[in-house]
């Protein structure tokens, strides 16, 4: 989705849009590095110095609880952001932390699990994790 489209949902169900929360959509849209909010922090900031980290976490949880994008979070790691809010899987690199999108189709256990366990199941999460191949070159040094 555009972020025009998203500002546009959002104006109609009476959010406030100023252009620091423009400038977080449009990045994290435009990237496919699922950043933390410290990474869009320091990339918004370059171009709103007054925008404060308290705005960052603001706009993503309200961003998160319309659907537009993702959290995801790793235990004791900073979560990072998806601005592609699609279910897909993840493959997260266990040395340096990178997060890559893995596009497949979707597992279809849903409607099983939910037979087995009587759950209302409504989603599920699955990631892979491993060593990124510039961690496996580092090592190689």
């Keep these: 989705m555009q972020a ?50 308290g705005t960052i976490y603001n706009t993503l949880n309200m961003l998160k609880e319309h659907g537009h994008i993702l959290e995801l979070s790793y235990g004791d790691m900073s979560s990072r952001f998806d601005g592609n809010p699609e279910n897909h899987y993840h493959v997260v690199c266990t040395d340096c932390g ?30 892979f994790y491993g060593v990124c191949p510039e961690c496996q070159e580092a090592l190689l040094h």
């Design 4 to 53: 025009i489209d998203i500002l546009k949902q959002l104006k109609e169900k009476g959010v406030r849009f100023t252009p620091q929360r423009q400038a977080i959509l449009e990045y994290l849209l435009g990237t496919d590095t699922h950043p933390t909010a410290e990474d869009i922090y320091n990339h918004v900031k370059a171009k709103f110095p007054g925008v404060s980290l």
């Design 98 to 127: 990178k997060v890559v999108d893995y596009h497949r189709p979707l597992l279809t256990m849903e409607d099983e699990v939910s037979e087995k366990t009587g759950f209302k199941v409504m989603g599920h999460r699955i990631e």
